[in-house]
């Protein structure tokens, strides 16, 4: 069974890309961050490699959505962390893990934590809060950051890294919006929310997602729209 936590608006535009049965979940609405952010699934919402992790305002909703599509119970867990809108206090499920490592900002979620810690993974205090919002993972081994300390911190983990600079992505209420927002990778394709062709780095971000032997589907031909993340599992 595959799962996607996406906006309501992206649903349409993924299912004709999957042969498979899917569930499509819309994102609650996170009511204690900025509005353009409160259904970013990557602001209340973390994948472990247990689990989901759920923002409590929303754990209620997601978890009765959850299991009455199937997902088991004991893959689902309530975060311990509140979110408020003042940054850091808005970041505690924004962290990205990728190969064996786990990137984190010294204010997240406790249980997020622990669970990367009970799982073996190798653990990464890293200064930028938005890891997952400035990050987009391109392969099995592989992302593309907008943030140099984090391709600092990647690269010093033999994590092959493209950075690029901010800007040429849209997203409501900033002046623009951040790169991990604007997909998900899954099944080694890469869903993006618009297309590469207005970014002003089209050609090197192109090749460096084709060299991991990605598929890049883009789900319509505007510029790209930080969506909050698409998240896409089996379950």
Known sequence: ?????????????????????VFFIEMPEIQTVLYPLRRHADMG????????????????????????IGVCASQIYKGEAELSPQYPKD?????????????????ADPKIIA?????????????????????LGVGQNAVITED????????????ETLL??????LLEGFEYGFIGGTGGFYNKSLFLNGSLKHHSNQLEILNFIKEQGTDIIELHEE???????IFIFDS
């Open 1 to 21: 069974m595959i799962v996607v936590i996406a906006p309501q608006k992206v649903h349409s535009m993924l299912a004709p890309h999957f042969q498979e049965q």
């Open 45 to 68: 919402i973390h994948m472990t490699p247990k689990g989901l992790v759920i923002e409590p305002s929303i754990f209620d909703a997601m978890n009765h959505k959850l299991l009455s």
């Open 91 to 107: 970041i505690a499920y924004n962290c990205l893990a990728i190969g064996n490592y786990f990137f984190y900002h010294a204010q």
């Open 115 to 135: 669970l990367y810690k009970a799982s073996g993974f190798s653990m990464i205090s890293v200064k930028q809060g938005y890891v997952k919002c400035s990050t």
């Open 148 to 159: 140099l300390n984090l391709y600092r911190a990647f690269t010093a983990a033999n994590i």
């Open 164 to 169: 690029i600079p901010k800007g040429d992505i």
């Open 223 to 229: 510029q790209l729209n930080d969506c909050g993340s």
